[in-house]
């Protein structure tokens, strides 16, 4: 389940993503992939904030093998056009971008068209993402991106090819350090009071951000990696 999305849009050319304008400013980050952090029962704090994921994305190959190159761009053209058309009925989004997913549309299509790896061939690669409801189940989530790809009009020999292969993003993901914090000090009263008033508890490594890994297959456990020790109080 766990892909690292290719820097489509350095690669393209097209620039650095903006944050999306419905995220309030805050960059949607593809918290699995490359970023996601291995659960280490050692290591991993046990205490940590568990969230579901905002959206589960893909990536999607649309390719095209008319042998007319002029031909084929169009068609390819014509083809992203119609899932920029389809993607709001379809619920999914399109995006670009490697860890921090940008928008889409139709102002990048020339930049977004590359030659593929076979002769008379031509490519673009997109981001597709669909929103994580409270009730979705994975299959669920993915159904819609897959049925999207399925349904959306294709133009001459273009065919659009999701990957079997899913990532999860959270937006803002620094913005529920307040709750980790919150649930870090709970649990070190809850220490100090189980040794009683000659013990103190001292809590390390807040300053760090956020980190994560996956528990479930649309769920994040979202942690600080902090380190708490329990020591004698200093006698008066």
Same mark, same amino acid.
């Given at each position: 389940?766990?892909?690292?999305?290719?820097? %489509?849009? /350095? %690669?393209?050319?097209? @620039? &650095?993503? $903006?944050?999306?304008? $419905?995220?309030?400013?805050?960059?949607?980050? *593809?918290? +699995?992939? +490359? =970023?996601?952090?291995?659960?280490?029962?050692?290591? +991993?704090?046990?205490?940590? /904030? !568990?969230?579901? &994921?905002?959206?589960? *994305?893909?990536? *999607? =190959?649309? *390719?095209?093998?008319?042998?007319? /190159?002029? $031909? !084929? =761009?169009?068609?390819?053209? &014509?083809?992203? =056009?119609?899932?920029?058309?389809?993607?709001?009925?379809? @619920?999914?989004? /399109?995006?670009?971008?490697?860890?921090?997913?940008? !928008?889409?549309?139709?102002?990048?299509l020339d930049a977004v068209i590359l030659p593929d790896g076979r002769p008379d061939t031509s490519v673009a690669i997109l981001v597709v993402k669909t929103r994580v409801s409270p009730t979705d189940s994975f299959d669920a989530a993915t159904g819609r991106i897959k049925a999207f790809a399925a349904r959306t009009p294709k133009v001459g020999r273009t065919e659009i090819l999701p990957y079997d292969e899913w990532n999860l993003t959270l937006i803002g993901p620094q913005k529920h350090r307040p709750e980790v914090i919150n649930l870090v000090a709970e649990d070190a009263r809850r220490a100090a009071a189980s040794f009683g008033t000659d013990y103190a508890v001292q809590v390390e490594g807040l300053q760090l951000p956020v980190s994560w890994y996956q528990s479930g297959p649309l769920e994040l456990a979202l942690y600080i990696p902090y380190r708490l020790t329990v020591t004698p109080r200093p006698k008066s």
């Open positions: 389940m766990k892909i690292a999305i290719v820097a %489509a849009v /350095l %690669a393209l050319g097209v @620039g &650095a993503p $903006q944050a999306w304008s $419905q995220n309030d400013g805050l960059e949607e980050i *593809v918290v +699995t992939g +490359t =970023r996601l952090t291995e659960f280490d029962p050692v290591k +991993t704090p046990h205490v940590t /904030l !568990r969230k579901r &994921a905002d959206n589960i *994305v893909t990536l *999607v =190959r649309v *390719v095209c093998d008319t042998r007319d /190159l002029s $031909q !084929r =761009r169009d068609e390819l053209k &014509a083809t992203l =056009r119609n899932m920029i058309k389809a993607a709001p009925g379809a @619920g999914v989004e /399109l995006g670009l971008g490697d860890e921090i997913i940008g !928008r889409f549309d139709d102002t990048m």
